[in-house]
């Protein structure tokens, strides 16, 4: 026994050591996109442990304990982002972790898989640490959210898992100890949800898993109605915490920030998910391509062909898992997870971004379970299994440390999004914001050409390329586009209209 916690703590230890170094290259990195709101201008943050502020700012108590996190951060480190990406790198090595435990408290008591838990354990907690899609969640500070969230909901299912069969006894299951280890399972559910709403699918989930992994029949009755009131209890987290109103989620309406002019509904939100998702499959077996905004077309209608064929494909994989439920049940449950904790944010909801990479790192756990089963299938042999999976774990690894280089200034990662998605308006304004903060106003100016290219009537465009001009000298013209922006409705002073005119026409004297 304690030969084998060792050889546990050696493996453990290498994974946090490569995950460190797959990630080092990114903890210098700036504030990025919505950092902006959520950390940098958020007055909120500024006093640590006061949930009070935190509670009343415009978002509320949804992700309470990811703000109290920034909090502390600001605390510590004010604005050296160091600090920050230490704390996301650290979260996401204890997700790794819990993803390890997850898997082998699940296989412990598969028998056809019993005596490979170890394996299979190791190899998804391998992929998830490693996987580029992850870096999204990691390198992108402000999207602690997601993976705090995760960390609290991966952990409340091992301790849920672990209650049932009898307690927990750190890292394995014991005895003796299940009352406290519900109680902490059901806490732990609750910060899950009070950091990010997509933790909703958690009770759910852990009705799944007891139904697939847990129920006996020869559980006595009493048992039975216990576990069903514990299962129901964590149901009821859901309503304490949020205040749904269907009818206005359904009824909501949003233009779409990941393809320029389209208008969502919660209808062709809908119907742009199979798609997306496709894509999300396609980064997560062959991880090329990645961006931080995809530019995605909005579907109008179910017939479309593209729609049609994704729907009907998603439908088919979903139907598999439920003929393979009772023969290949961790197959099963595994893509069963997948959609599960992508249904919260690809599903009615309508949500200006339909497509974020980072909404992919719960999720993935479940697509990393199914490949790694696959695999196994596949060569039924565990020294071909491990060859290939970090053969695979090692080009990952690279991919990964590459796209963390993409995030260490806002002009590489803007310039890395308009060219991946040349027509979208808000990634040349970034890349020219980002240009001008630099001194480069010629390679700014190139910038919101090319956002007026996409939008010849955006004011802010038109008030950003005036103050280029302005750094070029070039008055005139930076007269002409401050004129424009205003006309295009930018909002300025009283008077300021009449000066510019009288400013603009002097010029031309």
Not at 93 to 114: D, G, K, S, Y
Not at 153 to 162: F, G, Q, R, T
Not at 297 to 310: D, I, M, R, Y
Not at 413 to 436: E, F, M, N, Y
Request: glycine residues 4%; hydrophobic residues 50%; positive net charge.
């Amino acid at each position: 026994m304690i030969q084998k916690s060792y050889v546990h703590f050696i493996l453990l230890s290498l994974l946090v050591l490569l995950g460190v170094l797959i990630y080092s290259n990114s903890l210098h990195g700036p504030f990025q996109f919505d950092d902006k709101d959520y950390i940098i201008e958020n007055a909120s943050i500024r006093k640590a442990f006061d949930p009070k502020a935190i509670l009343n700012s415009r978002w509320g108590g949804s992700r309470l304990i990811a703000f109290m996190t920034f909090g502390l951060n600001y605390h510590f480190h004010r604005l050296d982002t160091f600090g920050y990406h230490l704390v996301n790198l650290l979260i996401h090595l204890i997700n790794t972790f819990l993803v390890w435990w997850f898997v082998r408290l699940t296989l412990e008591t598969q028998p056809p898989l019993q005596k490979h838990h170890d394996l299979f354990s190791y190899l998804i907690a391998l992929l998830f640490l490693t996987h580029p899609i992850q870096t999204q969640a990691v390198t992108y500070i402000s999207q602690r959210f997601t993976s705090l969230a995760m960390m609290f909901y991966v952990l409340s299912m091992c301790l849920y898992i672990a209650a049932r069969r009898g307690g927990v006894s750190p890292p394995f299951v014991g005895r003796g100890y299940r009352a406290p280890t519900y109680a902490l399972s059901a806490l732990c559910a609750v910060a899950a949800m009070l950091t990010k709403q997509t933790a909703l699918t958690l009770p759910l989930n852990i009705i799944l898993y007891e139904y697939l992994f847990l129920a006996s029949p020869k559980e006595k009755g009493r048992a039975k109605a216990l576990h069903t009131a514990i299962i129901l209890s964590f149901l009821l987290i859901i309503p304490a915490l949020y205040r749904f109103d269907i009818l206005a989620v359904l009824n909501a309406q949003a233009q779409s920030a990941s393809h320029y002019g389209d208008h969502l509904t919660s209808f062709t939100y809908f119907l742009t998910q199979p798609r997306v998702i496709i894509k999300y499959l396609q980064l997560l077996f062959v991880p090329l391509g990645q961006n931080l905004i995809h530019d995605v077309p909005t579907s109008q209608h179910f017939f479309e062909a593209q729609t049609l064929l994704s729907f009907a494909f998603l439908l088919m994989v979903i139907v598999l898992a439920v003929k393979l439920c009772r023969r290949h049940v961790f197959f099963s449950y595994a893509i069963f997870w997948f959609f599960l904790c992508l249904s919260a944010e690809s599903s009615f909801i309508t949500i200006t971004h339909v497509m974020f990479e980072h909404r992919l790192y719960l999720p993935s756990v479940g697509f990393f379970m199914a490949l790694t089963y696959g695999g196994w299938m596949l060569f039924k042999d565990n020294r071909k299994v491990i060859i290939f999976f970090i053969i695979y774990a090692v080009i990952l690894s690279f991919l990964t440390y590459q796209r963390n280089k993409v995030w260490r200034t806002d002009i590489s990662l803007w310039q890395d999004v308009t060219q991946k998605s040349p027509d979208l308006l808000i990634p040349h304004v970034k890349l020219g914001v980002a240009l001008l903060n630099k001194r480069r106003p010629i390679a700014a100016l190139k910038a919101f050409n090319e956002a007026l290219r996409v939008d010849p009537t955006h004011p802010n465009v038109y008030y950003n390329r005036a103050i280029t001009y302005n750094a070029l000298g070039r008055r005139q013209e930076a007269a002409n586009d401050m004129l424009k922006a205003v006309e295009f409705g930018l909002k300025v002073p009283p008077g300021y209209l009449e000066e510019l005119k009288r400013s603009l026409s002097l010029q031309q004297q």
